[in-house]
């Protein structure tokens, strides 16, 4: 009896979380360092955030518009997700040079590749410029007099912040409008692509363990930023050079330690933490099974069509990747929101606040929750064609989104030919076009307007539908599949052969078969449908959801004083802190916090595209040949903990409490992902690349050891106290 007893008290301490919910403001880790440095922080809050020396927030950047990455050489040698590389990657692909199919690695820097368009932007500074805002705002008028005031306010600041020098600088608003932080931030526009491992490794169990744990995935690809002779951000240009970084992140060879303080550092996209349980009723039963329908219905097609053609396949890969990622993580996290019974708990809270409001007094407070009540109840028929119309311009049958490219030239023939520019808009259109349709299979395309259409015509209330679908109706009597034939049969967007014809040279005639080509007309309708009809009516009830969770938010800080807050996810920059740790998703399942190569070797499914092996690695795994990598005869591969993450994290660096890199976050668990709306400290584990598994590919298996001489790698040895930081000016 004794025995058991201990059995089950180990196995209950073993999943006992560390976790901490919460994403923080780097310019607080001050105010919350006693909280780290108990919980295992071994450097200072200012060796992490420093305006006057290298820190390490000078080692992470956004990496294009909406992943993480950091500094790891010397000479800008900066690493981020294969995935969140994919479509430079992709871009530079083709059926002679796949080199999604057989990865990367420049021998010089030479061979490096450019990126056009990509980026990478450092914080320089953040500023809580609340007292310069909020005071003025007319927060009695309307949501547009506040918006107005708010930009007009951060002008000036804005301004003082840019002046004379090189740097980009906002104002944004956190905690639902109740806080706002100045931030000047430095973007470099020469970043080019050093190396990545084949998909067999970095998207290795690809759409099947996305999501998923245990992982196997080395979802990591390298990158350089490039800057001018100054060291200052230049135009992509061969004669650019190296950036010298600030700050590099040192990489802890002996990797994560189960139990150790973990923290991640990086740009976590958008959270709902202070959701209301209106909006949560409306994501559980409205909006996510919408979605979900919708992109099942166009994987079908699109997985089908990349597994019978490796020319699909590779025009595909980027499109399905970002259709199918969010689609299994709405999956997620609607059964995690039931699971938690979050809509219960909110509610039981919202009785709770309402009883503390009407004790308190100050009606904002009080009408805050009926406020949104009667809001969510309005906007769900035009927060659904709004999502509708996101799914079926923006991730739906492309030849509808790139119809619209056409838009302007077609409607402002005339202003434009006046001024003598119409020409060279039209060229530029048609020689832009050659990348879409590269990548463009119009029987794919087809077929995925056909799965959509009645889906979208299920959910969307009839007085909200575009126009032109009306020909739906009285040519074809709703018959979907001939009404979407004819379309494609007789739009001259099909083929860039037969846009020529039309546009080049552009005259009367061909405006007038633009005007009434069939494709085109829907694309115009849907946008008109959406520009005009529904979002000025989303717009007008969100104005008051916004004011209503400006409000709510105020209330709980004042109604619930000794409750932590933290603000809202917002793209800027974060960290979370927690341990290297295991999780217990569900009743009797325990998830250990490592996984190996053994893993991926027993997951190996010769000649699946999802879950192939590479010869060599098989090769090395046999020989057990890890070099330094290895401990105890393993090679490790990833690993969980407890870090609060959510999409824009990926690549951000996880650091052990000395600050050095001992992983790279790429995913959450399938059990967590509901930690946007509510974060459970058993469940949730974010799901990282561990950086002894970095190494090895780079070096063992790619034989791209040069790479390694520029990075700082440290070893077991090191000295167990706080370390300094080295200093890159
Ligand atoms: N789930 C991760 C993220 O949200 C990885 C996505 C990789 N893409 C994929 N379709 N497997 O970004
Ligand atoms: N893979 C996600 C990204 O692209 C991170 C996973 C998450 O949402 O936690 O940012």
């Known amino acids: 009896m004794i025995g058991r007893c201990l059995v089950l008290l180990l196995l209950a301490t073993s999943i006992r979380a560390q976790a901490h919910e919460g994403m923080w403001l780097p310019t607080l880790l001050k105010s919350i360092e006693g909280d780290l440095h108990t919980a295992g922080l071994r450097i200072t809050a200012e060796d992490i955030w420093s305006l006057n020396r290298g820190s390490i927030k000078d080692a992470v950047v956004l990496f294009g518009g909406g992943c993480t990455g950091e500094v790891i050489g010397e000479q800008g040698l900066i690493m981020t997700n294969h995935h969140c590389g994919f479509s430079q990657i992709q871009s530079h692909s083709s059926l002679e040079r796949d080199l999604l199919k057989n990865g990367f690695w420049a021998a010089s820097h030479a061979d490096e590749l450019m990126n056009n368009g990509l980026t990478a932007t450092f914080v320089v500074r953040m500023e809580d410029v609340t007292d310069r805002i909020l005071p003025e705002l007319p927060l009695d008028q309307g949501e547009a007099q506040v918006r107005e005031a708010i930009a007009r306010l951060s002008a000036p600041i804005v301004r003082e912040a840019t002046e004379g020098n090189h740097f980009s600088a906002v104002v944004r608003a956190f905690n639902h ?47 350089r930023i490039y800057a001018g002779a100054d060291n200052k951000p230049a135009d992509p240009s061969p004669t650019n050079v190296p950036f010298q970084p600030r700050h590099v992140l040192p990489m802890a060879l002996d990797g994560p330690r189960e139990g150790e303080f973990a923290m991640i550092f990086g740009f976590p996209g958008s959270t709902q933490r202070y959701l209301s349980s209106y909006a949560v009723r409306y994501v559980q039963e409205a909006q996510d099974p919408m979605r979900i329908a919708m992109r099942r219905a166009s994987l079908e097609v699109i997985d089908q069509a990349m597994r019978s053609s490796d020319l699909v396949r590779i025009q595909y890969a980027a499109k399905q990747a970002s259709i199918s990622n969010a689609y299994k993580k709405w999956i997620g996290e609607l059964r995690g929101i039931k699971e938690l019974r979050t809509l219960e708990s909110k509610q039981a809270y919202e009785q709770e606040y309402l009883a503390r409001a009407r004790a308190h007094g100050d009606p904002r407070y009080i009408d805050a929750l009926p406020g949104l009540a009667s809001a969510y109840e309005e906007i769900a028929p035009y927060a659904t064609a709004r999502d509708l119309f996101v799914e079926m311009v923006y991730y739906g ?116 078969t633009m005007v009434t080509d069939p494709l085109f007309d829907l694309s115009r309708s849907f946008f008109q449908n959406f520009l005009e009809t529904v979002r000025p009516a989303h717009m007008r009830i969100s104005d008051r959801i916004d004011r209503g969770m400006r409000n709510y938010v105020a209330g709980m800080m004042v109604l619930f004083p000794d409750r932590t807050y933290w603000p809202d996810a917002n793209s800027t920059l974060r960290l979370s802190y927690g341990a290297v740790e295991g999780s217990g998703p569900r009743d009797a399942v325990v998830y250990g916090a490592f996984t190996t190569l053994d893993g991926v070797i027993a997951k190996h499914i010769p000649g699946d595209h999802e879950f192939e092996v590479p010869q060599r690695l098989m090769e090395l ?31 951000s660096p996880v650091l052990n409490g000395r600050g050095e890199l001992i992983g790279i976050n790429f995913d959450r668990t399938w059990e967590s992902t509901m930690s946007d709306i509510q974060f459970d400290p058993e469940k949730c584990r974010n799901i990282s690349v561990d950086v002894r598994y970095v190494l090895f590919i780079i070096d063992r298996f790619a034989g791209a050891g040069h790479l390694l001489k520029e990075m700082r790698l440290v070893g077991a040895d090191r000295p167990p106290h706080i370390i300094q930081l080295p200093i890159h000016r």
């Open 397 to 512: 049958p492309e030849l509808l989104r790139f119809a619209d490219r056409f838009n302007k030239v077609v409607l402002d023939r005339a202003k434009l030919g006046f001024e003598g520019k119409l020409q060279q808009e039209v060229d530029k259109l048609l020689d832009g076009s050659d990348a879409f349709y590269k990548d463009l299979d119009l029987e794919v395309d087809k077929r995925v307007m056909k799965a959509l259409l009645p889906i979208y015509l299920q959910h969307l209330r009839e007085d909200l539908r575009p126009a032109a679908l009306a020909a739906l109706d009285q040519r074809f009597k709703g018959d979907v599949d001939a009404y979407v034939d004819d379309l494609y049969a007789r739009s001259v967007l099909v083929s860039k052969e037969r846009l020529v014809k039309v546009m080049r040279p552009f005259g009367t005639k061909g405006a007038k």
């Open 621 to 651: 795994h046999a020989a057990r040949d890890y070099g330094p990598y290895g401990v105890d005869g393993m090679m490790p591969v990833c690993f969980t903990s407890s870090l609060h993450t959510t999409g824009g994290n990926s690549g």
């Open 177 to 223: 409008g109740n806080s706002y932080y100045l931030i000047v931030t430095e973007t470099f526009r020469d970043v080019r692509l050093v190396g990545a491992p084949p998909s067999s490794i970095g998207k290795f169990g690809a759409d099947t363990d996305n999501w998923m744990w245990p992982r196997h995935t080395g979802d990591f690809s390298l990158f």
